[in-house]
């Protein structure tokens, strides 16, 4: 029987960012910082691997890599001139296309490597080959549009494996739910006219990118009625993201009914993170893992696949990771969450969750879901 595939290459973890400390530039009144430069750094990524190492985990999945996406892949969304952009600065050793999203020398090998893996989880999932696939994704690409870098996104990762499978005939609808804390703007502008493609991204109200991410943002053209926005108070935390999930995510799924969902994996709600104000816990992410496998297994034959996208508590990324991929895979190999209690007891008062609730039954109501 086929198991859950995890998607990784060590190549992803040495993607390089350029001189900041924290998202700001380094210089003026901006001193460096002595471990160094963007939040967007490899630790997240390896020390969640690493923990699979330790806890056994790894050995419940298969961890296959994945060749990088091909120029005719990244075609599919990104244009000629962008693409060229991108390797004439790499030639040049590195820079930026956009301001806060630098790279190296290999930064677009790495990010078309890191766009390769999602697409193979992708494929691997339609094809059968794995039952359910996690993209250990590093550039991120959910900010991405087909001309411009921004936050930490170099390649539009989730459109170009959703673009490659539709052209390879193995699926015909997708839903994408993305659950990073910033609003999923790329994957939104990307498939915003498109009624074959739904996107829904849960985020922190006004967080990151600015002006973007609000309710009535529906789609236009044969898209009207397939992007769905649910920005969340700052603050919220287990109960807001649950509850949006029943109250819209799961409602919007089950009228869809798509072939496969992809999830925009960004761990960067959780309480711990240095680039947003939620707090989400391991179980949070545990739950809606679950909740999506259980969709995914009434009307897509199980087909699911996560990619990884922002997070940046490098302490804490892990724990919520392997909650994920313990969930995903069906093993029973735990890492017990050390922060779970503290998080659970820092959760918003009853007074903040109704308020919560209250604004979340407004936008289903909003989206026609009583
Ligand atoms: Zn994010």
Redesign the pocket.
């Known amino acids: 029987m086929a198991q859950a595939a995890f998607f990784w290459n060590e190549r992803c973890f040495w993607h390089s960012g350029g001189n900041y400390a924290s998202v700001a530039p380094v210089g003026g009144l901006i001193e460096p910082l002595k471990a160094g430069g963007l939040p967007e750094n490899p630790e997240t990524k390896r020390r969640l691997k690493s923990l699979m190492d330790v806890t056994g985990l790894i050995g419940d999945v298969t961890c296959p890599s994945a060749a990088p996406a091909t120029e005719e892949d990244l075609r599919r969304i990104h244009p000629a001139a962008y693409l060229e952009s991108f390797r004439r600065i790499c030639a040049a050793g590195g820079g930026e296309l956009t301001q806060g999203t630098p790279f190296g020398p290999d930064g677009f090998d790495i990010a078309a490597l890191s766009a390769g893996l999602v697409k193979q989880a992708l494929l691997s999932v339609l094809n059968g080959s794995a039952e359910n696939a996690y993209a250990l994704s590093r550039p991120p690409g959910h900010h991405c549009l087909p001309d411009q870098s921004m936050?930490f996104c170099l390649l539009a990762n989730i459109a170009v494996a959703i673009e490659a499978a539709i052209a390879g005939g193995l699926t015909e609808r997708i839903a994408v739910v993305d659950w990073?804390?910033?609003h999923g703007n790329g994957t939104e502008g990307i498939f915003l006219d498109r009624g074959d493609v739904l996107t829904i991204s849960l985020h922190q109200e006004n967080n990151f990118p600015r002006d973007s991410g609000g309710i009535a943002t529906r789609g236009s053209g044969n898209g009207e009625g397939y992007n769905i926005n649910i920005p969340l108070l700052p603050g919220g935390g287990h109960d807001s993201y649950l509850y949006a999930f029943e109250r819209i995510v799961e409602p919007a799924l089950t009228d869809f009914r798509p072939d496969v969902i992809i999830v925009a994996c960004?761990y960067?709600a959780s309480g711990l993170d240095p680039?947003s104000r939620m707090l989400a816990s391991s179980e949070t992410y545990r739950e809606m893992t679950e909740r999506t496998m259980a969709l995914a297994n009434e009307f897509c034959d199980g087909r699911l696949v996560l990619a990884h996208?922002?997070g940046y508590s490098e302490v804490y990324v892990p724990f919520c990771g392997h909650a994920v991929i313990q969930a995903l895979s069906g093993s029973d190999v735990v890492a017990p969450d050390p922060f779970a209690d503290r998080l659970r007891k820092q959760q918003a008062n009853e007074r903040f969750r109704t308020l919560q609730r209250e604004l979340i039954d407004e936008q289903a109501a909003f989206f026609g879901f009583s």
Do not use: F, P, R, Y
């Open positions: 936050g990073d804390v910033h960004g960067d680039l996208e922002g």
